[in-house]
């Protein structure tokens, strides 16, 4: 099949377009000259959004991706001796190619395993004292996923525990908010209730998957950390010259509340998603549904028939299973037709 007959498919929520909030706030922000890196009154106001949005005085930075959000922001907390404790598929262990010990040269994550894609406090607990003492690294900070890698959700009260531990334990907490959106919607709480008020130091908020073309945020709880953080933006290529366009998207994002339509319209296809596989022959749901993704194990010869009509979707995410993964812009025909052509392969 062509890729044009099948518009939208499966295989991750940055394969989406951009948004019309997005688009329409990029293009009003394209008129005249402002001053370069960040000192332009967009850039002033979309860091008010994000403050409105999180209720709090909080400090915040731009950065062109995910990638560089997190590990600049883990690189603030970190000397080169220091260790990361995250779960063993984390984005920070499996998908950025080292960038946390790039940018923090020396330092090293710890992955710890768990149930349904979550860090519980006791994995915290024995990864931070089962070490040689000084012959190890020191564990400095715990780095959690909302919504997890594998579609699942931390509850307040996971949190509560998670940040608990680590306070007690004297690591910071830095949250890979790539999805934060689709956790909010999801859990049907305000921002701050996943956040600060759960002692998350730093947050590495997620617009691009939400439906921006590209740039992510990182935002400072706790205000000793983002000292001299510009100097990490700037070393690393992540300080934005026309930056008013990366700010731009987040005015798009939070001015009208985009950014929770968007994710409650991923979460819901997903939900679609998650009801009608449930129950198919040879279908099995692998975790708890609770954001925009759905993991399912299928015979082999329906993956691949899946493939042969143009659907794509990865089969090589986290442990095992296959990776539905809905967009701010998933349509109830996109999952439909999807469910179809399992049905028609499982004949
Ligand atoms: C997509 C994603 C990121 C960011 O990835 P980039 O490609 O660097 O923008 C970070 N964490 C998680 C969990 C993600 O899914």
Known sequence: MDEAKRARHFASDNNSGICPEVWAALAEANTGHVTGYGDDPWTEKAK?????????????FFVFNGTAANSLALASMCDSYHSVISFDYSHVVTDEC??????????KMQPVSGENGKIEPDAIDRAARSRRDVHASMPRAVSLTQATELGTVYTPDELAGITKTARDLGLYVHMDGARFANAVASLGVKPREISWEMGVDVLSLGGTKNGGVGGDAVVFFNENLPQNFLYRCKQSGQLASKMRFLAAQWIGLLQDGAWLRNAKNANRAAALLDTQLRGLPGVRILYPRQANAVFVDMPGPVLDGLH??????????????????????????????FVRDVVDLSK
Do not use: I, K, T
């Open 48 to 60: 008010q959004y994000v403050r409105d949005l999180f209720e709090v005085d909080c400090e915040v």
């Open 98 to 107: 080292n960038a946390p010990g790039f940018f923090a040269p020396g330092v």
């Open 308 to 337: 042969e009509r143009g659907w794509h979707f990865y089969a090589d995410v986290g442990p095992g299973g296959a990776r539905l993964m809905c967009s701010w812009d998933s349509m109830a025909e996109d999952v439909e037709a």
